[in-house]
């Protein structure tokens, strides 16, 4: 059962990526949205759990990414020659 939960959320995730292009396509899934219907709903909230902490893992990558290149900017900037490092 985990395996279908692990395909129907992925099946999911496509589904909204596409509907955001095309429309069209989204009403194609309408099957897709049955069958998530009709998973135990204890399921249905452990996939959603599991979504949101994998989205959350990616927002906290691209966090930390930005820190350690803002931090690199801030390194540069105070090491440029003639400069003292002092915003004015």
Do not use: I, W
Request: no cysteine; aromatic share 4%.
């Amino acid at each position: 059962m985990a395996k279908l939960t692990a395909a129907l959320t992925e099946q999911l995730r496509l589904a909204l990526r596409a509907s955001r292009t095309n429309p069209d396509l989204a009403l194609g899934r309408a099957g897709l949205a049955e069958e998530m219907r009709k998973l135990p709903a204890e399921e249905l909230h452990e996939t959603l759990v599991q979504e949101a902490l994998s989205q959350l893992r990616l927002d906290m990558k691209y966090l930390v990414f930005d820190l350690e290149a803002t931090r690199r900017e801030r390194d540069a900037y105070r090491s440029k020659p003639g400069d003292d490092g002092q915003v004015q």
